[in-house]
């Protein structure tokens, strides 16, 4: 893991200049990635440092498996920071910086800290380089193109408001998750933080098959003790708008389920396209109180055992699966198949 100070902030704020930008600060990064030859990178951005990972995701494309967005800014080109972001306080602001007064950070954005940690990040908070949190959002082909994303809101936090990280979740097809604490949950709860970025990828898996299949929900479920991931919790989930949440439903016996009984038996994928009608029928609380009305369901498998598997619900009636639909399950399951030797 790497978290580098980027110029004019942390230990290198006597460097802060006129000239740093979101540009510049995002081609540090990219650099970074160039220099130290890595790929396959999750990269990771919270509050105003989700614009720097949009712009460092485009220079360094091919180097990018995934984008983690933590309570952070997406913004659009010619958006503001300031027409988003309702401060409480003004910010202190010199020629060169902007950012909060020590009161409004130990008041305001350290408050869920405990006393010796607020003491540790008040000593270290530096003024943010002014171009770079207060100039319109640079020209970017970011929202043009496809991302693998998770973003991860904080429910104390009242920026970025919580319909500016919708607006980016929804934009981008990315998994959705929530973490009850404040704006710095690297400070305050660190571990969980740690599983939600431990898992973004298994988030965006299912995120890209909810965008492929046009469902309604999708839904990982794995039996993996070590890392206390039981399948009577989802382990990953992916919803459209307005579509309730199967996180922390545990009272229900999965595996009694015929259809997981039914994906014992046979090792492959099954479509039901009217669960009332199916022979291996899901369990009823589904349907009646999630309303799944249709659902494909792919074995997750691992030295010949079922450890998990991969639903695709659809809501509102019965619904026609298409051989389109059925290969993208396919894939999504090779693909935490793939990611299971990570975890």
Known sequence: MLAPSLDGCGERHHLVRRGITVGTHA??????????????VTLVGTSSGGMVIQKAAELARERIRRLVFVDALALLPGERVDAIVKRSA???????????????????????????????????????????LEAPMEPTTFWEQAWRATVIR???????????????????????????????PMLSEPEALARGLLYAELDAIC???????????????????PRALSVADVTAEALAPGVASLRGQTSIDQRA????RWLEAHRRVLVQEDVS?????????????????????????????????????????????SAGDVAALETAVRDVTRELERI
């Open 27 to 40: 081609q540090e990064v990219a650099q970074l990635l160039f220099y130290d030859d890595l790929g396959d």
């Open 90 to 132: 003004p910010n202190e602001v010199t020629e060169l910086t902007t950012g909060p007064t020590r009161a409004d950070a130990e008041s305001r954005l350290f408050r869920d800290l405990d006393p010796a940690t607020r003491a540790w990040a008040l000593a270290r908070i530096t003024p943010h380089p002014l171009a770079a």
């Open 154 to 184: 904080c429910r104390r936090a009242a920026n970025p408001p919580e319909a500016h990280q919708r607006r980016t979740a929804e934009r981008l097809g990315a998994a959705w998750h929530e973490l009850d604490t404040g704006h710095y």
């Open 207 to 225: 995120a890209a098959l909810r965008r492929d299949t046009e469902a309604a929900r999708v839904t990982l479920r794995l039996d993996a003790p």
């Open 257 to 260: 389920a015929g259809s997981i």
């Open 277 to 321: 009608k199916a022979e291996a029928p899901p369990p009823p609380e589904l349907v009646r109180l999630y309303g799944a009305t249709a659902q494909m369901l792919g074995p997750v498998l691992r030295d010949g055992g079922l450890v998990g598997w991969i639903s695709v619900h659809h809501t509102g009636g019965p619904r026609r699966w």
